[in-house]
């Protein structure tokens, strides 16, 4: 047997990705939660994907609620992060919103398991996820802000269409979804594709001569957090 912990044997050798137990807990209950569902998954499953007793597992996650919170949290954390830094910023507003959905993007397309598929769970509406709510609709807010910047200064007022580019950027979601359950044809979606996307569609034609400033803004952002470390 191996440590999970201080008093916490395993009872196997690390089966999971991750540098802690609780980080290897979050991966096999992402996995579980995306492929088997939320309500069809318990403790004991997910203690069993990672190779640990399931009283060990609570000694880092009190309930199945808890491990769900912190997988929700980690997929607008990230992207709720940069786009408060945008907020501050004098770049000029289409190219932060087109960093912004290319870094949102990414994130979502990368990411290990689609948490995203979980937003619709039932589960999501009771008070324990309002955070989660609470975040998702801050970083939703920061979204249609920066729209309108993008359509004012385009010369369009009060325009329905600032609420688009966050709903483009989670199409990403539901293009993983149909692609892995095999009911789509395959996607080769990339970030770049959404940003373009995310753009046109507040009436932004010339969207090419935003990819380099926006790569610029993500690296020095990347090399901010990097340094905060």
């Known amino acids: 047997m191996t440590n999970a ?21 979050l991966d096999a ?33 009190a309930t199945k609620d808890d491990i769900l919170a912190a997988l929700l949290e980690r997929t607008v954390s990230e992207a709720l992060a940069l786009a408060d830094t945008l907020a501050d910023g004098t770049e000029p507003s289409a ?39 609470e975040e998702r609709q801050k970083l939703r807010s920061r979204y249609r802000q920066m729209a309108e910047l993008v359509l004012d200064e385009l010369g369009a007022d009060e325009d329905i269409r600032a609420g688009l580019p966050f709903r483009i950027v989670e199409t990403v979601i539901n ?26 569609v507040l009436g932004w034609t010339t969207v090419a001569e935003l990819a380099a400033p926006a790569e610029v803004l993500l690296a020095a952002y990347r090399r901010s957090v990097d340094d905060a470390r």
């Open 29 to 61: 209950a992402a996995e579980l939660f995306t492929t088997k569902g939320f309500a069809s998954t318990s403790t004991r499953q997910i203690a069993d994907a990672v190779g640990m007793r399931q009283a060990s597992l609570y000694h880092h996650f």
């Open 175 to 200: 293009e993983r979804s149909d692609t892995e359950s095999g009911d789509g044809p395959g996607s080769a979606l990339a970030s770049t594709a959404i940003a373009d996307a995310g753009l046109r």
């Open 5 to 25: 912990g201080p008093g916490r044997p395993r009872l196997s050798k690390q089966r999971r990705p991750g540098p802690t137990a609780a980080a290897e807990i």
């Open 95 to 133: 190219v932060r919103l087109y960093a912004l959905l290319r870094f949102d993007a990414d994130q979502l397309l990368s990411s290990r398991w689609n948490l995203g598929a979980l937003y619709l769970l039932p589960e999501l509406r009771t008070d324990r996820f309002a955070p989660f709510r």
